[in-house]
């Protein structure tokens, strides 16, 4: 965000109401929505079956390498996917942050 726009939001000047009715807004926010959603959905499924997997089934307690079974290794995966998800949204979320301070530019700092 410019120097400008920090002192803008920090005087308490800004119109959020007019800026979130901007069509740039709205776009940007169906943008962030669109690229997110696919990553939250295969999160939360991949969260919630472990607890369904280890709970109500034994699929999961095979032995797959020595004496570490399947459970394991995809509790492990669960940590690999949180960080690799992370990483996706921190690249990402670099032309969110630049798109978000040009509508801020063009409809609050006139």
Known sequence: MSSTARKETRSGNVD????????????????????????VIVFLAAYFILPILTGYTSILETKAIGWITWTWIYSFAMFIMTWTFATIYLKKSSSFDSEAEEIIAKNILK
């Open 16 to 39: 959020y109401e007019r800026l979130v009715e901007t069509p740039e807004f709205k776009a940007l926010v169906k943008r962030k929505n669109a690229f997110m959603t696919p990553y």
